[in-house]
């Protein structure tokens, strides 16, 4: 079965976040993905993913529990969103056109 290289994907997306953006716009986006977890926090209050699943163990009722699991997949993709944001800024410098 075929499945795309990780490794590859995430340079490729990378690349294309250079590509497409300044290093403002991709600091402005860091901010607003750190906003999206940072309301969760508050929604949920946890500090942590690892505190949000705890949560999730604990709920009283399964629509409670889709709900928070929910929340915990979209934390883990907005993490990985901010990991290659990160990744595009520190590296800038070294790889946009500008």
Known sequence: MYSPDPLYTRMQTVRDLLDEHDR???I??????????????????VESLDALRELAA?????????EILQ?????????YR???VEEAIENYPKYSRD
């Open 24 to 26: 403002d716009d991709l």
């Open 82 to 84: 901010i990991s290659i």
């Open 71 to 79: 929340t915990v997949n979209d934390w883990e993709l907005v993490a």
């Open 28 to 45: 402005r986006r860091k901010s607003q993905l750190q906003d999206q977890i940072e309301t969760w926090r508050d929604e949920f209050g």
């Open 58 to 66: 604990m709920a009283d009722d399964a629509a409670e529990t889709r």
